[in-house]
């Protein structure tokens, strides 16, 4: 047998955490938080609103890649940066082992950027998300939307989570990077397609891969660009590709001054109180 990738060994660990989560908290029991949920907003229209090109910006404590990169960040206060600088979509990590986030953080985000009321960014449950149950976990704790990795799904349960995904009234951001994977987005009717330039199987970065798969996307289909994402050039870059939007994680978890890094990403010096 091939040797497990990184990707292998975090999927089968959050088997094993949504085996746990489902014996502490049951599916029935999970659900009825739900009706205390705070309310979504459609993540597509909230990337597309900020044409020409969104800012989906992540809040990550560390990476297997890296290691830490800002473990003692506060999410919320992280989160409010990048929304007042105009921040489309925050990012939130959740995957506890080598992320070192948490659905805490995700609630805490989400209720910190509610005060900015109707044009405020969307949240993104970023995790490895392999079954029902952590997809109403993520509208529980405020989501507005959730990745989908296609290198870790099959047909049958990428279709099943999308589809399920919006019955909970989130439109799931669907991640591909590949050809094979991007071919299976299209066939599953993604509307909302991320190009992740970083394998996950290996984390090496190649910035080519979205100028490689853009062409893939279909007319209508919002495309992002994630990963390897430092500075203005490189929004450009992706923009002139035709993504819609930008995942950037590292580079603002690493800038002295995230709202600075914001608006450098988005060509702005935009800083108001409210959201972009």
Same mark, same amino acid.
């Given at each position: ?81 990048? @929304? #007042? =600088?105009?921040? !489309?979509?925050?990012?939130? +990590? ?7 986030? $948490? *659905? ?33 976990? @993520? #509208? =529980?704790?405020? !989501?507005?939307?959730?990745? +989908? ?7 049958? $349960? *990428? ?53 490689? *798969? ?63």
């Amino acid at each position: 047998m091939p040797e497990a990738t990184i990707l292998d060994t975090i999927v089968a660990r959050r088997r094993e955490d949504v085996r746990e989560a489902k014996s502490a908290v049951p599916f029935v029991a999970l659900r009825e938080k739900l009706r205390s949920a705070p309310p979504a907003i459609d993540f597509g229209a909230r990337l597309r609103a900020a044409a020409p090109v969104a800012l989906i910006a992540e809040i990550k404590r560390a990476s297997p890649s890296k290691g830490d990169i800002a473990p003692a960040i506060v999410a919320p206060r992280q989160a409010m940066k990048y @929304a #007042r =600088a105009g921040a !489309a979509g925050i990012s939130v +990590l959740t995957e506890p082992a080598w992320f070192k986030g $948490t *659905l805490d953080d995700m609630l805490q985000v989400r209720q910190a950027v509610g005060q900015l009321g109707p044009q405020r960014p969307a949240v993104l449950r970023k995790d490895f998300i392999i079954d029902e149950y952590q997809v109403v976990e @993520a #509208r =529980a704790y405020g !989501a507005d939307a959730i990745l +989908l990795i296609v290198a870790c799904l099959d047909d049958a $349960t *990428l279709k099943g989570l999308l589809g399920f995904s919006r019955d909970c009234g989130m439109e799931p951001l669907v991640e591909v990077s590949n050809a094979a994977e991007m071919e299976r987005a299209v066939a599953v009717g993604a509307s909302v397609i991320g190009i992740n330039n970083r394998d996950l199987r290996s984390f090496n970065v190649d910035l080519g891969t979205t100028d490689r *798969l853009a062409g893939m996307v279909p007319e209508g289909t919002l495309l992002a660009a994630l990963s390897g994402i430092h500075g203005r050039a490189d929004v450009e870059r992706f923009q002139a590709a035709g993504a819609g939007a930008v995942l950037v994680g590292e580079a603002l978890m690493e800038a002295e001054d995230p709202a600075a890094k914001v608006r450098e990403l988005l060509g702005s010096i935009h800083d108001s109180g409210g959201a972009r």
